[in-house]
């Protein structure tokens, strides 16, 4: 799924999207209450989320949270911190030495503005985020968004549009766009 493209919700996609959904939300239960000391049956639960194993030397702290998990790319020597979500069906890539805060999330899906169109459809568009980035403590990355490297989303940040790279964002503030 891209920017460009809807996706229906009363479809065969649609249907083995939700059905992925409902195995990997299986999965990371089951991760989210490991002992924190069980490496080996975390490396399992993830190998089985993203369908291959971890890179060598990414971290993530669970509680850890992905829809789909086979569109999560993840580089090496990625930090991912307690409580984050990864909604990954229209495809993330972290790249090397990306650090994730807390729960942070990241989505690459949602639904049209216009009312006609919501319950019908999903939109979307991949998140990039590129070599050592920081993604502070609560933020918030949307579809299609690209992060320059080198830059910084600081804590609480809602990112729309697109970052350049060595740049610092931060901002929460919700304002009016339009009315119908």
Request: hydrophobic share 45%; with cysteine.
């Amino acid at each position: 799924m891209t920017n460009d493209r809807l996706l229906r919700i009363h479809s065969a996609e649609f249907q083995a999207m939700a059905e992925r959904v409902l195995r990997v939300t299986e999965l990371t239960s089951r991760l989210n209450v490991l002992p924190f000391e069980d490496e080996a049956g975390k490396a399992a639960l993830f190998e089985r989320i993203l369908g291959r194993p971890l890179p060598a030397r990414v971290t993530i702290y669970p509680p850890f949270y992905t829809d789909h998990g086979l569109n999560l790319d993840l580089a090496e020597r990625v930090f991912i911190n307690q409580n984050c979500t990864f909604l990954d069906y229209a495809g993330i890539r972290l790249g090397e030495r990306v650090m994730v805060g807390p729960k942070a999330t990241f989505i690459t899906v949602g639904h049209p503005v216009d009312p006609q169109e919501r319950r019908g459809w999903l939109s979307g568009g991949p998140i990039d985020v590129a070599d050592n980035v920081w993604i502070g403590a609560g933020a918030t990355i949307l579809p299609g968004v690209s992060i320059g490297h080198d830059a910084v989303v600081a804590a609480g940040a809602v990112v729309a549009d697109d970052v350049p790279p060595a740049t610092l964002v931060t901002g929460t503030k919700a304002t009016v766009r339009r009315q119908w």
